[in-house]
């Protein structure tokens, strides 16, 4: 799966694509194939199309993992983080809300005593 996320982004990969895609429509249309060549070629596009929305997912969800990893070993280095927030993603929803709004009371805090040292 590696292998294929690396082939398909590459520029030249996308041009290619979309120039075999144009000229395959060029080619049909012209050409006034019949409808089950037609119907072939619309599926060969559709199929790729669906295996490209899968590769793309993987990618995503490997990349994310990666960053999520690298943000949760940055919580975890500082004395000061809260632990819980280590692999918060993984967290129920409930947990998830308190912690959003743990925090959001947090900022509002902190902009509260900005506000109030500014006024001083």
Request: negative net charge; aromatic residues 6%.
């Amino acid at each position: 799966m590696h292998r294929l996320d690396a082939l398909t982004t590459l520029p030249t990969i996308a041009i290619l694509s979309a120039v075999f895609v144009a000229v395959g429509w060029v080619v049909v249309v012209v050409s006034r194939l019949d409808g089950t060549v037609q119907f072939v070629f619309g599926n060969v596009c559709a199929s790729v199309t669906l295996v490209m929305v899968f590769v793309l997912q993987h990618t995503q969800r490997r990349e994310q993992l990666a960053l999520q990893l690298k943000l949760d070993e940055i919580v975890h280095a500082l004395p000061e983080a809260d632990e819980r927030l280590v692999a918060v993603e993984a967290s129920p929803d409930e947990e998830l809300r308190g912690l959003e709004e743990r925090r959001y009371g947090h900022y509002v805090a902190a902009r509260r005593r900005q506000v109030g040292d500014a006024d001083d």
